[in-house]
């Protein structure tokens, strides 16, 4: 079959322009990324974690409180007292009074209850006299206050510590704190890429291009969510979710062309010569592979939260930044480097191993299973489905901060409020309560005193009232820890039967809110937004590979691998994360659920990361298929073409993410980390390697039929070397 001119393809004639005008081109990226992060330093970030929207009972509870009590409208924080003699002594005593003075007087405090008082009575532990706590009321939403705020509260607190007299602080807004806390995790993902590059390499400046790409792209993409965390919600741990993607994706992409462009200096191609063909051939995978990740994260704006929207815009500039430095910034390097690396490239290695051709291991292995296609087949198989069989116990809810480290004052100050309250004083269910025409006083008490006899209620703390009497809070403190199922079922029991069995004809209305309702409100509509989602993706995803593979099979075959391949990282995330395998080498608090937006948010990236691997393998091998007709030659000089560099760059990928497991405190990241690694390394081993080359053996040339009306409607889109033909015969075919 006939094929196409590489250096006249649009992406040749780009590679062309950023070869020969290198220095223009990467004048042109230092001041895009000079630019961009010094508008962002200059605006300064404005991250916010606010996890929530919408119109749940817990928001419309929140609106309720903020109308009737606007003194009581924002979060509040617990400066928990741990002592070695009785908290009421005097000495004791005085300390505790002179810290709550100081800290009733910072900005944006707007009370301090003392468990000194009568109305903090209950905040001093009947079982543990040596534990206490006072609750530090701010004026606004944890999301919303000012980070140094609460800093300075926290700085306070401790500096009031002394020897026997120990201060911990909890809740929402000192989570804030935690959450802002750097990992180290990019430093150790670059390191790890940088031994992997030069192993495949063996050559510094080799190594270093694809490097460069990805940290251009990733700065960059750091300036954006800057400039946008001002207008939108943006979480503080967005910037390391970026740069765990960008990183990921921007060395492989680079790597890939970087790897053709060696090949062809190799073959004896000129090196403008070479970096077209890597640009028409490569770069051509690598821009649809990019797409493709691209529309799986636009489907994250399909959950309806303001903090994904911004966690994906960060995600999707990281990688189109890395994807457009691909095929960009990288010619340009070459253009710079093309002595060094063509010194390199042409070696008696490089000529050896095109000499021997079919004699490398791939090409072994890939006639093995095309030899075994049947056990290969139902091996693996049985392997990701063992895999995933963890995925169906997974539980959603936000965890609580049971699950920190150890050496953050939020979990110390979590053990102790359940060592002295009970796990459910770390969560407490705050009822909002409209009365009508300023009476109803006796049908409060019933409620109060209705909710005290619920079997999963610890303690209720007396109503409080607003001034005019419309309105009273009434605190309730569950048994269990916040993210315990238990609480889950208490919540929707007293907003199913309970709370309308005790007020009804009563006049009262009743909305059941406070931080762990919202939580458990928000993991109900993403449950239920998890089937479209997953419908937009796959079908969005099946349309392209349709078109570029002009195939019905393969794209279906695709979808249900990387459907299979992700089931399997759920499944490790479920079997570590919830039921505790291995999560002491992991470094997790303890066991926990699932949080709510992860697996959405994980679907959509490692959906996209999948399809990666599946054009960079699927368009060689189409390549071949063009140029021979022969379905299992084709697959094995794919394979064998493909291979190293896969697992170079899955390699780089596993590092990444993995990184982000040994060197980031946050559980949400170790857990985003190791899913994605997860994902890769089932996806270029057990899927690329084994269930595709076994399945694609088993169909034959059925694996490249498609209807020739469905052909004829499809849009024209080229991945690989080869020129499509004008049609496809049934003998091709059938």
Known sequence: MAMSDPTQSRLGRLAHFSYTRRKLVLLLWVIALVGLTGAGSILGAAFSNKFGGGNSEAIRAQNFLKAHFPQAAGDSAQVVFHTTQPIMTPDNEAKITSLVATLAAMPHVSGVVSPLTPQGASQASRTDPTIAYATVQFDKLS????????????????????????????????????????????????????????????????????????LFGVGMSYGVLDIISHKLSVPTFAPELAAMIGLGVGIDYALFVATRFRNGLAEGLEPLEAVEVALATSGRAVLFAGCTVIISLIGLFLMGQPFVVGLAIGAIAAVVFVLVGSLTLLPALMGFFHKRLAKHAVSKRATAAKVAGRQTAAHRWSHFIQRHPWLAGIASLAVLVTLAIPLFSMRLAFTDDGNAPTSLTTRQAYDLLAKGFGPGSNGPLVLAVSLPSGSGGAALDGLTTTLRATPDVAAVVPPKLNQDGTAAVVIAIPKSAPEDAATTDLVKNLRSTIVPQAVQGTGLSVLVGGFTAGGIDFASQQTHRLPLVIALVVGLSFLLLMSVFRSLVVPIKAAIMNLISIGAAYGVIVAIFQWGWLGSVVGIGKVGPVDPWVPLFLFTILFGLSMDYEVFLLSRIREEWLRTGHNATAVADGLAATARVITAAAAIMVCVFGSFVIGDPLRVLKLFGLGLATAVLVDATLVRMVLVPSTMELLGNANWWLPRWLNRLLPKVNVGEGEEPETLEPAAVG
């Open 143 to 214: 999301s919303d206050l000012p980070l140094q705020s609460i800093k300075d509260v926290v700085n306070k607190a401790e500096a009031a510590r002394a020897p026997g007299f120990d201060i911990q602080l909890g809740g929402p807004p000192v989570d804030q704190v935690d959450f802002a806390v750097p990992g180290k995790s990019e430093g150790i993902g670059i390191f790890a890429a940088i031994l992997i590059l030069w192993l495949a390499f063996g050559s510094f400046v080799a190594m270093g291009l694809p490097i460069i790409v990805a």
